[in-house]
């Protein structure tokens, strides 16, 4: 893992639990923890994009959730956000050669 990626494994303390055991405000844990906001809404935008050509290509709901490691929950809202906003969600046409190809 670089410096640049998030630490996405699940946490065995929260961040009042740290800050009781080092003395420090719950905000100075989160503050210290947590990604810049620029880098979180970009990797939010780009696995809305990854959801939306996923599900185009094919792919259960599950199967993106779990290829993407994230809940099935969350591909359904980013689905049904995308659709509510517009987004064409039909499948990518077939190449005949049982392909995909992409726009």
Known sequence: MTMTE????RRKMTARA?????????RTVQRVVAEERAVYEQAAADRRAQIIDL?????K??????Q????????S???REAREAGVDLSLLPDDGNGNVSAD
């Open 68 to 75: 993407l490691g994230v809940t099935p929950a969350l591909v």
């Open 55 to 59: 599900y185009r290509r094919g792919l």
């Open 18 to 26: 740290a800050a009781e055991k080092f003395g420090v405000s719950i």
């Open 61 to 66: 709901q599950k199967a993106i959730a779990a």
């Open 77 to 79: 809202i980013r689905i």
């Open 6 to 9: 998030p630490d996405r494994r």
